[in-house]
């Protein structure tokens, strides 16, 4: 009689290799995921950077034209004057209150960490036209500085203003 033989399989050495394959991809998966969180990360952080800085320049724009305009309204008396630099003395960026040549814009921005506020330095002389005998104006530096949402955005502007009377 013939004797029915069975053949069992043989084990392999491919056994278990499913699960290191699986745990590379998952590996894989994991430092991809952690990467793309701290680009997101980065990037909200450089959106929050930059509208804060964004606040800051518009609040120091609007001290400059807030300058621009003390200038304006009073260059009738800054010019009658006998001493101009009596009138504007000049004062340092560390002390913007106390000076009648400064301002400050209060409520300007609730979210802003400080007001904005303005500079008028003292006036210099340009000669206009080549004309004899010649023209002068008087031109007024205005220094503006703005602060965004935190106090360590800050934003300073500097123009040189000449009044058109």
């Known amino acids: 009689m013939k004797s029915i033989s069975s ?14 394959v699986s745990l590379v991809i998952l590996l894989i998966m994991t430092i991809l995921g952690l990467t793309a969180m ?6 909200e952080r450089m959106a929050g950077n930059m509208k804060d800085r ?19 309204a009073n ?3 800054l010019q009658g004057a006998r ?8 004062n340092p960026v560390s002390s913007w209150d106390g000076n009648p ?12 960490a400080e007001d904005p506020v303005f500079y008028v330095g003292p006036p210099y002389r340009i000669r206009v036209g080549i ?35």
């Open 101 to 112: 040549n400064t301002g400050k814009l209060p409520g300007f921005d609730d979210q802003l």
């Open 83 to 90: 001493s101009l630099r009596s009138v504007l003395a000049p």
């Open 75 to 77: 260059a009738a008396a």
């Open 131 to 165: 004309e004899l005998p010649p023209q002068y104006r008087f031109v007024y530096p205005v220094t503006a500085r703005g602060v965004g949402g935190v106090d360590s955005t800050v934003v300073i502007l500097e123009s040189h203003y000449a009044p058109l009377n």
């Open 38 to 43: 701290q680009t997101t990360t980065l990037q």
């Open 7 to 20: 053949h069992k399989p043989t084990h392999t050495s491919s056994q278990g290799s499913a699960l290191i």
């Open 54 to 72: 964004n606040m800051a320049f518009q609040a120091a724009e609007a001290a400059l034209r807030a300058g621009e305009n003390w200038v304006e």
